[in-house]
């Protein structure tokens, strides 16, 4: 007996959206030149705003959707930010403003993080997302659905073709 196919947007279906996201004005990211993307619905892979704005939407649905920091990538954080000697950082990482790097904490859990100011003797990292504190503008079509398999569900995300196994 074939599966059925979901017919609206809701939780254990993977969805695929074409989409333009817009900060103050300005493009920031688009499906444009990569294709649609491709995501398990109710599992937290794109910002709950949006999420939480496609529920119950269907194929060829459009939407434009304004998703605040708090539904977004959060507010930013004037705390999120540490002092490092230069020293500590790997001798392959330039010591400039601007660079992005990952830096491992005590727990193990890999941080990722920009040098936002460079000193003598030690540098500022920033540990916010770099959209943190920003209105996150959304145009989105609903461009396909289908139901999850039952590996995606387990690894709680969407699988494209030729995906390895996590």
Do not use: C
């Not at 705003?49 to 990538?73: H, M």
């Not at 859990?109 to 100011?117: G, H, K, P, R, S």
């Not at 003797?121 to 916010?128: A, I, K, P, Q, S």
Request: aromatic share 6%.
């Amino acid at each position: 007996m074939a599966e059925k196919k979901p017919g609206v947007v809701a939780r254990n279906v993977v969805v695929k959206i074409e989409y333009t996201l817009t900060v103050d004005g300005e493009v920031v990211d688009t499906s444009e030149e990569e294709g649609p993307l491709e995501y398990l619905h109710g599992y937290g892979n794109i910002v709950d705003g949006l999420e939480n704005a496609l529920e119950g939407k269907k194929i060829g649905d459009r939407l434009q959707v304004s998703v605040p920091p708090a539904e977004g990538y959060g507010e930013y954080d004037d705390e999120a930010q540490a002092h490092v000697p230069r020293l500590e950082l790997p001798a392959d990482i330039p010591a400039e403003e601007g660079t992005e790097l990952v830096i491992e904490d005590e727990d193990g859990d890999f941080l990722q993080a920009v040098i936002t100011w460079v000193g003598a003797d030690e540098v500022r990292l920033d540990f916010n997302h770099p959209l943190a504190g920003y209105a996150l503008d959304f145009d989105v079509e609903v461009v396909g659905l289908r139901a999850a398999t039952s590996e995606e569900l387990d690894h709680g995300h969407a699988h494209m073709e030729g995906h390895e196994h996590d």
